[in-house]
């Protein structure tokens, strides 16, 4: 069996897959029973704090359902997650995760195991990132950014959100795909990365388009491509990465829930299709669709497979880059 079919028949397991019995189906047939804990590893205010409130809401509306939304920011989102990882797998508490879950591991000894530990329950949201250039940046276009950066090795100061960052991953990863050699500068956010390159400090960045768009639009900075293999439909006119010399290059910033691998099969169906109903509900639809967001729901399946694909991927990036991000 190859690694890609390992591990799919271990997510497979893991997340209930596989055939339940009666006494899983008993356990989902009065649930819930009590108010569900969403997690936000995360301060307020952020997409995943606000979708996973507007979710809650619209399935609590639907169903009478209770949920509690707490915020347990701190230490890259390890806080709040190793809190739902030691949680009960009973189904009444709930991460909401994005691609820190599945980058963790490489950062920091203690993170749980994204596949091992959790199970996905539903995606909340998922949009296209975009490479973003200073204004007065002498490339123009990606071809353009790579030439420089090849005839200029290491010149070109790209931000990230800090080491071994979505960013810094992402980044890496699409700089080595194209051959260009950046050098990588760390900062505590996003906030700090745009005040840079906005004073000329910084001369890129990867950023979600759904915060980064109205930046471009006010001719603050210049995008380059953007990180999905389709066009997206709020900006047609910006090209696929892909398609421009970064072959193979795919990411979606998502948010999206999960749960304690060992929860019933029976109760993640019966979230997830909460979940995906809310998903198209039309306010959540309008408001996903007013900031460039392609996605409202998504089945377990999907979901779990980009929880498998992202986990890999970081792990053969950072073991080709010999890259030694570990702390304690």
């Keep these: 069996m190859n690694i890609a079919n390992a591990f799919a028949a271990t997510t497979l397991a893991l997340a209930g897959l596989l055939p339940f019995g009666a006494a899983a189906q008993d356990a989902a047939a009065g649930y819930p029973s009590k108010p569900i804990l969403i ?37 890259g989102a390890a806080l709040g997650t190793n809190f739902a990882a030691k949680a009960p797998a009973d189904g009444y508490t709930l991460l909401n995760a994005s691609s820190s879950l ?29 490479l973003l250039v200073r204004t007065n940046f002498p490339a123009r276009n990606f071809q353009e ?59 890129a960045t990867l950023g979600a388009m759904t915060v980064n768009l ?5 001719g603050k900075a210049r995008s380059l491509g953007i990180s999905t ?35 019933p099969r029976p109760i993640i169906q019966k979230l997830n299709a909460e979940f995906q109903k809310a998903g198209r509900h039309p306010e959540v639809v309008k408001r996903l669709s007013a ?18 694909r992202e986990t890999e991927r970081w792990r053969t990036l950072a073991k080709d880059a010999n890259l030694n991000l570990q702390q304690e």
Aim: hydrophobic share 40%; proline share 6%.
């Design 229 to 263: 293999l389709e066009r997206n439909s709020v900006v047609p006119d910006m090209p696929p990465l892909a398609e421009l010399g970064a072959r193979g290059f795919e990411y979606d910033a998502w948010s999206g829930i999960v749960a304690h691998a060992a929860v």
């Design 39 to 75: 997690v936000v590893p995360q301060t307020p205010g952020g997409a995943g704090d606000i979708y996973s409130r507007l979710y809650s809401q619209k399935i609590g509306e639907a169903t009478g359902w209770r949920f509690i939304v707490d915020n347990k920011a701190g230490a």
């Design 145 to 203: 950014y790579v030439a420089y950066a090849k005839k200029n090795p290491g010149k070109i100061n790209f931000g990230t959100s800090g080491i071994g960052s979505i960013i810094h991953l992402n980044g890496l990863w699409l700089n080595r795909l194209a051959g260009a050699e950046v050098t990588y500068i760390p900062y505590k956010g996003t906030g700090d990365i745009f005040t840079a390159m906005l004073s000329g400090e910084l001369d």
């Design 102 to 130: 599945t980058a963790n591991p490489l950062i920091f000894k203690d993170a749980p195991d994204p596949v091992k530990t959790f199970q996905a329950v539903s995606l909340l949201t998922k949009a296209a990132s975009m």
């Design 291 to 308: 900031s460039g967001q392609d996605h409202g729901g998504s089945t377990v399946e999907e979901f779990q497979s980009i929880l498998v």
């Design 214 to 218: 109205p930046l471009v639009k006010d």
